[in-house]
């Protein structure tokens, strides 16, 4: 009896020593498979395009729309908002709009708004809601009046359901440089169905009286998607424009008056902080330069947003912000740390999928990782890999005139998975309740080339068991740009 309890004793010890070496392993894979690409591409110089430019071309005719750009115009993707300037006069609001090409059976009345930013005089901003649309239909519409007329479309998104496939285009920073011009065409060519916008749109703040001719150039500069796609918007730092010594004391004056949410659907006390529903997926929108510590409206109000959130419905769970909160690049560094510290571990709480945010201008991919246990007098001070935590990524590489943010901090940190400092945007395709295709698209010689290609486990439905399965599964593809996180 006593030779077989010591028997096993010493089994006992052999399997711990066994799995001991086994996790550690792990953790020095984990650790060699951090990746920073030496790759560093600048195409073109970091300079906007001439206002004369053709990619800011004013269409013709009298008070002719411009600018146009949609958006989701409520909870669950069943309403747009049309937005569009005229410059001449005011104009018509009404939207003409309809199933059928050329037949334009339906309307709905817009409101008018402008404003002046120091000495810059706006057009006349229209916004108009359509409502009551049915799901994954195209629908065409109509704005403006006689021979200055415009036609457009856009396609409903399909209803709110688990499995339903959907691909959202993530750009940031866009600006407009030719750098800016190649990210937007590789966009053009992505097949993604709307683009969650993650803050820092004209950079109309860098001319002097942050000239909002610049806010109306980049309006036209976007128009080939954002009129037929709606953009998911969120605010950066450039959107802020707070300029006392111009007189203008009103923050994100320009922005606000030029692209619309649809807050109030979400139960939200501004445009700067709200969250839909589109297809699998729910989007919460926050806003890195509002208040969001304890007890202010920003904070309550995603305290109930998560809350609402139902997995059964909408599996995937993606938060966008302008200011990463994990970014190893000098750039910016740090500056998510306090919005950090007070809602990661919600993120964690909520499971939530994915956080996109902008603001340094390369790209990078975390680990599931999380930095919740340290409390000021104890407790790991780190991250550490967390399962039930976020992917973070910075795709804040769309182009504009700051140029690149080359310098990552050195050594690589062992929660930075990859990190490239060079212009690009990415794609996230849901295939279903469990999984999801993402891919980062640098800008190389004229083309998107995919560099970081992800397959992402949802972090509610996909079980341990499934994502064993899917990995064997995705693993079989034989395509080793596949790198799999769990
Ligand atoms: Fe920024």
């Not at 309307?107 to 404003?115: F, I, L, R």
Request: charged share 20%; glycine share 6%; aromatic share 16%.
């Amino acid at each position: 009896m006593k030779y077989m309890s010591k028997v096993s004793g010493l089994w006992s010890l052999y399997f711990q020593f066994l799995f001991l070496t086994l996790i550690l392993l792990c953790s020095l894979n984990s650790v060699l498979s951090r990746k920073t690409s030496s790759f560093a591409r600048s195409e073109y110089p970091s300079v906007d395009i001439p206002l004369d430019n053709e990619v800011f071309a004013v269409p013709k005719g009298y008070n002719a729309p411009q600018q146009v750009h949609i958006t989701q115009g409520d909870y669950d993707g069943k309403a747009v908002i049309i937005s569009w300037v005229t410059t001449e006069q005011p104009g018509s609001s009404k939207v003409f709009y309809g199933d059928v090409e050329g037949t334009y059976d339906r309307s709905a009345e817009g409101k008018t708004t402008n404003y002046t930013y120091y000495k810059y005089q706006s057009g006349y901003i229209h916004h108009c809601v359509i409502d009551g649309l049915e799901y994954e239909k195209k629908y065409y519409y109509k704005i403006g009046t006689g021979d200055s007329a415009r036609e457009f479309w856009f396609q409903t998104p399909p209803k709110i359901d688990p499995d339903t496939p959907y691909i959202f285009g993530i750009i940031g920073d866009l600006g407009q440089t030719y750098n800016s011009l190649s990210t937007f065409e590789h966009y053009l060519q992505s097949g993604a169905q709307s683009v969650l916008y993650l803050g820092d749109l004209s950079y109309a703040d860098r001319y002097e009286h942050f000239d909002g001719v610049r806010w109306d150039s980049w309006g036209r500069f976007i128009e080939r998607s954002a009129a037929y796609q709606p953009w998911i918007w969120s605010a950066g730092n450039h959107e802020i424009e707070y300029a006392p010594h111009l007189g203008e004391f009103i923050t994100f004056k320009q922005f606000l008056h030029r692209y619309q949410r649809p807050h109030i659907a979400s139960k939200s006390s501004s445009p700067l902080w709200y969250a839909i529903r589109r297809a699998s997926a729910h989007i919460i929108v926050l806003s890195s330069y509002s208040p969001f510590v304890k007890y202010t409206p920003q904070w309550l109000w995603l305290y109930n947003e998560l809350k609402r959130v139902d997995r059964e419905k909408t599996p995937w769970l993606i938060i966008i912000m302008h200011a990463p909160i994990y970014n190893s690049n000098e750039a910016h560094y740090m500056e998510g740390e306090s919005i950090r510290a007070v809602f990661e571990s919600w993120f964690v709480h909520y499971k939530v999928d994915l956080v996109f945010a902008g603001h340094v201008h390369a790209y990078e991919r975390s680990y599931r990782i999380s930095n919740i246990k340290y409390n000021v007098t104890s407790g790991a001070r780190y991250p550490l890999p967390d399962k039930s935590a976020p992917v973070y990524i910075t795709v804040g590489d769309g182009g504009n005139q700051e140029g690149l943010a080359g310098r990552f901090l050195d050594p690589q940190p062992d929660y930075s998975a990859f990190r490239e400092a060079s212009y690009g945007h990415s794609t996230l395709e849901l295939k279903n309740r469990t999984h999801a295709l993402y891919r980062w698209n640098r800008n190389d010689d004229g083309n998107p080339v995919t560099v970081d290609h992800v397959v992402f486990y949802n972090q509610y439905w996909a079980s341990n068991r499934r994502r064993r399965r899917l990995k064997k599964y995705h693993s079989s593809l034989n395509d080793m740009s596949y790198i799999v996180t769990y």
